[in-house]
């Protein structure tokens, strides 16, 4: 089974950037797609980005197109997310996630089956 961890949340003003990690562990990283999740609070939460196998195969929800890019190294199993020109409504918190599909088109946002417990982003001046 399929271990996740999210990192590098924080406080970050308007218009910064920051990294998210997706560490993972305990199950071959190479089979997974891997996908990024978002909750506001009050809000149900929603898909942001997705990066299939071979980590050409990417997806990105329309609020974060040209913002976001995601990428993945799989000499450390790990899944990055990019973040730049943060706005207020990205504030939520982050979640990371694995799907044995091996592409986005199948797997995002709705065939997940692990799930990390997530990472505080916070955008605020």
């Known amino acids: 089974q399929l271990q996740l961890v999210e990192s590098g949340g924080g406080l970050v003003q308007p218009g910064g950037s920051l990294r998210l990690s997706c560490a993972t562990s305990?199950?071959?990283?190479?089979?997974?797609?891997i996908g990024w999740f978002r909750q506001a609070p009050g809000k149900e939460r929603e898909g942001v980005s997705c990066?299939?196998?071979?980590?050409?195969?990417?997806d990105y929800a329309d609020s974060v197109k040209g913002r976001f890019t995601i990428s993945r190294n799989h000499t450390k199993s790990t899944v990055y997310l990019q973040m730049n020109s943060l706005k207020p409504e990205d504030t939520a918190v982050y979640y990371c996630?694995?799907?044995?599909?091996?592409?986005?088109?199948?797997?995002?946002?709705?065939?997940?089956?692990?799930w990390g417990k997530g990472t505080l982003v916070i955008v605020s001046s």
């Open positions: 996630a694995a799907s044995t599909y091996y592409d986005c088109a199948r797997a995002w946002p709705y065939g997940m089956d692990y």
């Open positions: 305990g199950s071959s990283f190479d089979y997974y797609t």
């Open positions: 990066v299939g196998i071979s980590g050409r195969d990417t």
